[in-house]
């Protein structure tokens, strides 16, 4: 059974048009289907690594996680509404997190614990990888500890520190589930 996890629900849309989920009786922020469980984790390292977990527990029979979501590129090399497979995973909370975790992508991506609003909020992540999301180092922490393969699909929605990326990424939210939900079918 696959956990597939989502930040927020605009970027789930397509999933849950195409496997018409249920929800959970007691949480509102998990979906069951025939071949698995979506969950919104909600947005921030925290959020991601607790929901993650309490779905790992409440459904033992998952055997694969994967995330799906938009992320900033933090590089001028990776081209916008492209989806990239995350590589390594690395976590910066006002400082690096010493822990990163691997993947089977191709690109690296760090986790911020504040929305990279500025240029001088990209700085110090550039030196950790192409991408930045909020959320994945804390699942990629679940899936470590609960010994489970995560895979990573990002959705490159614009280039981190631009004034106005929140608007950004509301825009593209329906286009980037899209994109995302033809490559978990694939």
Not at 24 to 49: C, N, Q, R
Not at 100 to 106: A, I, K, R
Request: charge should be negative; aromatic fraction near 12%; charged fraction near 25%.
């Amino acid at each position: 059974m696959h956990l597939i996890t989502f930040a927020h629900w605009p970027e789930a849309r397509a999933f849950f048009d195409h496997f018409s989920p249920t929800r959970h009786p007691k949480y509102d922020w998990a979906y069951e289907f025939s071949g698995g469980i979506i969950i919104i984790t909600g947005e921030g390292i925290h959020e991601a690594l607790s929901k993650t977990v309490l779905s790992l527990g409440l459904y033992p029979q998952i055997n694969e996680i994967y995330n799906f979501g938009v992320a900033g590129s933090l590089s001028d090399s990776l081209p916008l509404h492209d989806i990239k497979e995350v590589r390594t995973v690395y976590g910066f909370d006002s400082k690096p997190l010493f822990k990163s975790f691997t993947l089977q992508g191709d690109t690296d991506l760090v986790t911020s614990g504040e929305r990279v609003l500025t240029q001088q909020a990209v700085a110090p992540l550039k030196t950790m990888g192409k991408l930045v999301d909020r959320e994945l180092w804390g699942m990629a922490f679940a899936a470590k500890e609960a010994r489970l393969p995560l895979r990573a699909f990002k959705y490159i929605s614009d280039m981190a520190g631009e004034i106005g990326a929140c608007e950004i990424v509301k825009e593209l939210a329906e286009l980037a589930s899209l994109k995302l939900l033809e490559n978990y079918l694939k």
